[in-house]
């Protein structure tokens, strides 16, 4: 995770595969992408944020919804990188008129997330095991990686039709600096010639791509296979593809050159059968899907401003709610390997993300409770769950199951389930205060339900309630009627035909 300098390197990357090696109006576009991997430490600015253009067909309310929600959104993040190690981010996600802050931090490969209304940092992964086998990779690496993206994209990419370099002057984290702006646009119709020209320099050039395979394959299997060191294998049924990394490259270029001719055909009639058979992939494929892009380098060819619009259209056969997304991206960069020092984040309190004691419930609890963070969590279907039982049918032997289930039963007109099966289903807690009388815990609410056994009365959150049918034991578990239950855990219920059984379904939404 290295944050903003990653954005940079990535658009780079992406000048290099549409442009190719060859220099842009006197700048070098490999170093370009070669300098950026040298940025080990800066302060930065992002701004990324979503249009849709709703379809013009009717759109269900459900999706109108969503739709409004995302329409408009917009990420805003300011970064500090000290190092490979440590980082810090401080954001505000806003939609629907409504912005939630936040922090993140890195530190030795642990990352942590703070939200605004939450009573403590939330610890979203931690370092990896190296007992898993596999080594992250180095920054060494990532610059060999690098490389080899440059000997292949910048060998046999063609260059896009519009492309140009010019001098500007542009402000940067506010300051007004000379840098060199490169723009590039590139629509939907030219991606299929571009591959198809991409494919035909490659495969025209067989000793150099061999070259290139045999590189890949030594650089990247050791990472690709450091797990199988810990496993119990047999070392003389592996093939030898990952025992050499040498033979791992030549094997897969030996694969592509055997399909590549193939590839090249498919692409070649799918070009031409696309207007016929699918002209709505014009939508997609067309000039209404497009990608502009604008980097800002200085003179020792540091990215320090980037711009880029992608707007990606949909035919109105493909039924989505929209006809067309754009995604807007904005970053500045200063500092540059400068003495940088990333926030520390309060780790006091804090809870893993994969912690199994969070119940839904206690999320909820973890955010105040007017806060935006925890009404999105509701809104997001978090606490959402739902519970099957099979309803028993009249007159059958209700001691066999043929789901291994455990078994509800009918007494005088009403359905009596097992209680802590449907109380461990939504996480609720169940305790014998005595040898009669237990409690409920909603997990949702905390609502505490009081029940006794043999006993029609309870109370609900202090409110007493009737029940149709005591509770009693059987074969050594507590049976309660299903609708008193649901009023307990704030459930719905729906009966559901599946074949030739019917399910009794317990809901929370």
């Not at 050791?222 to 810990?230: F, H, I, K, Q, V």
């Not at 004691?357 to 959402?384: C, D, I, N, V, Y």
């Amino acid at each position: 995770m290295r944050g903003r300098h990653w954005v940079c390197a990535g658009l780079a990357a992406l000048l290099l595969v549409l442009a190719g090696c060859q220099p842009i109006g006197g700048l070098d576009v490999p170093k370009l992408l070669l300098k950026q991997m040298e940025v080990t430490s800066y302060e930065g600015k992002q701004t990324v944020s979503i249009d849709i253009e709703a379809a013009k067909n009717e759109v269900p309310a459900e999706d109108a919804a969503a739709l409004q929600m995302i329409d408009g959104a917009e990420l805003t993040v300011d970064t500090k990188v000290q190092d490979d190690q440590r980082m810090s981010m401080e954001g505000v996600f806003k939609a629907a008129g409504r912005q939630l802050p936040f922090r993140l931090g890195l530190k030795d490969r642990a990352v942590t997330a703070w939200i605004d209304g939450a009573a403590a940092p939330i610890i979203i992964s931690e370092a990896a095991d190296p007992s898993w086998g596999v080594s992250p990779l180095t920054t060494e690496d990532t610059r060999a990686i690098g490389r080899l993206a440059l000997e292949l994209f910048g060998k046999y990419a063609p260059n896009p039709s519009n492309i140009s370099v010019k001098p500007v002057t542009e402000p940067v984290l506010g300051e007004n600096l000379a840098l060199k702006q490169v723009h590039l646009e590139f629509g939907g119709d030219e991606l299929l010639p571009w591959a198809k020209e991409l494919l035909r320099a490659a495969m025209k050039d067989k000793e150099g791509l061999k070259q290139w395979f045999v590189s890949a394959g030594r650089l990247l299997y050791p990472a690709a296979t450091g797990a199988l060191d810990d496993m119990p294998l047999d070392q003389d049924v592996l093939p030898d593809v990952l025992n050499d990394g040498e033979a791992a490259g030549l094997s897969l270029y030996e694969s592509f050159m055997e399909y590549a001719p193939e590839l090249l055909a498919g692409l070649e009639q799918l070009e031409k059968d696309l207007p016929a058979y699918a002209p709505d992939a014009e939508a997609l494929l067309g000039p209404a899907t497009k990608l502009v892009m604008d980097l800002y380098a200085d003179g020792e060819l540091n990215i320090r401003k980037s711009k880029l619009q992608l707007t990606i259209a949909l035919p109105s056969s493909a039924g989505a709610p929209f006809s067309s997304i754009t995604i807007r991206q904005t970053s500045e960069m200063g500092r540059l390997n400068e003495d940088v020092k990333a926030d520390e984040m309060d780790m006091t309190n804090a809870v893993a993300l994969d912690d199994p004691e969070m119940t839904p419930g206690k999320w909820l609890r973890h955010f105040e409770a007017g806060s935006l963070a925890r009404q999105w969590l509701k809104q997001s279907g978090a606490t959402a769950r739902t519970a099957s039982l099979l309803m028993p049918v009249p007159g059958a032997d209700t001691t066999y199951d043929p789901y291994d289930m455990l078994q509800p039963y009918i007494k005088n007109g009403t359905l009596m389930v097992p209680l802590r099966h449907v109380a461990e289903q939504f996480d609720a807690t169940l305790t014998w205060d005595s040898k009669t009388k237990l409690s409920l815990v909603d997990d949702i609410t905390g609502a505490v339900t009081q029940l006794e056994l043999n006993s029609k009365k309870a109370t609900v959150g202090g409110l007493e309630i009737d029940l149709p049918e005591a509770p009693e034991l059987r074969d050594g578990q507590l049976y309660v009627p299903v609708r008193s239950v649901a009023f307990m855990l704030g459930l719905w219920l729906q009966k559901v035909e599946f074949y030739d059984s019917t399910w009794i379904e317990l809901i929370r939404k």
